[in-house]
């Protein structure tokens, strides 16, 4: 069941990727696991968790894309490895956006933030994106909770 979830995600992602980037989903199932078997604990529909996956994805796919661009010479490979990050970390926003999930990118853009500081100043905290996965998912079950005990 988490495998499939992992590849629905990925396939769905790949599918709203603009192709004239050339970004291919190169993740590896590990990478997208502590995210897959979070969203496996919460009550939603099938189509919300492969959604939320697919936003950790995109962000945890623009985080390795910018991995290690300070060790690269100028060049195509520095530039493709720089836009293709970009263009995921805005495509996790877009995606927020229109699957109206507003808390979460609230929640997310702060912590991406975080990361890249860190990143910066050579103490990577990549961690943290599943920490804070995790914080919101136990916030918003809460609230739902709190919701229909009034």
């Given at each position: 069941m988490i495998t499939a979830l992992i590849q629905d995600a990925c396939h769905f992602l790949q599918g709203e990727i603009s192709p004239e980037t050339g970004i291919?989903?190169?993740?590896k199932i590990e990478d997208a696991l502590p995210a897959a078997l979070l969203l496996s604990e919460y009550d939603m529909t099938a189509e919300r968790r492969i959604r939320l996956l697919s936003i950790y994805i995109a962000i945890k796919l623009a985080l390795q894309r910018h991995q290690d661009c300070h060790l690269?010479?100028?060049g195509d490979m520095l530039t493709r490895k720089v836009l293709?990050?970009?263009?995921?970390y805005s495509f996790y926003v877009q995606l927020c956006l229109r699957f109206e999930e507003f808390d979460l990118l609230t929640h997310l853009a702060p912590l991406v933030k975080q990361i890249q500081i860190k990143r910066v100043e050579g103490q990577p905290d990549d961690?943290?994106?599943a920490k804070g996965f995790e914080v919101?998912?136990?916030?918003e079950h809460n609230?739902?909770?709190?919701?229909q005990a009034i």
């Open positions: 291919t989903l190169n993740l690269l010479e100028p293709d990050g970009d263009y995921l961690e943290r994106l919101f998912l136990r916030l609230r739902n909770h709190a919701r």
